[in-house]
């Protein structure tokens, strides 16, 4: 699956992208039919720990997910939001075959 990673305001080292990378290819066996994905990782400048911000776009066709989880670190959230998109991917899935 083709991932698009942006970091707004800071760069991402390699293990962050290949994480993103291997968890994102995950999502391909709940749901083939995923397009590509934009990953947009942010840091939201307070005094919180849980200031990192990660942003899922989901492309599937003729839908968009949308998927947003604020954690303490970028893979833990990442981690959030590949869960919410596979709960998501497997209701979409099963909505397809009940027209069918």
Known sequence: MKVNAQSVNFV??????????????????????????????????????????????????RDKIIVKKQCKSFEEAVDSACNSLERQLVKKKEKMRAKA
């Open 12 to 61: 991402a080292d390699t293990k962050l992208i290949d994480f993103i990378q291997k968890r994102m290819d995950k999502l391909e066996v709940f749901y083939d039919k995923v397009i590509g994905s934009d990953v947009y990782m942010k840091v939201e400048n307070t005094s919180a720990k849980e200031n990192k911000i990660v942003e899922i776009k989901l492309l599937v066709p």
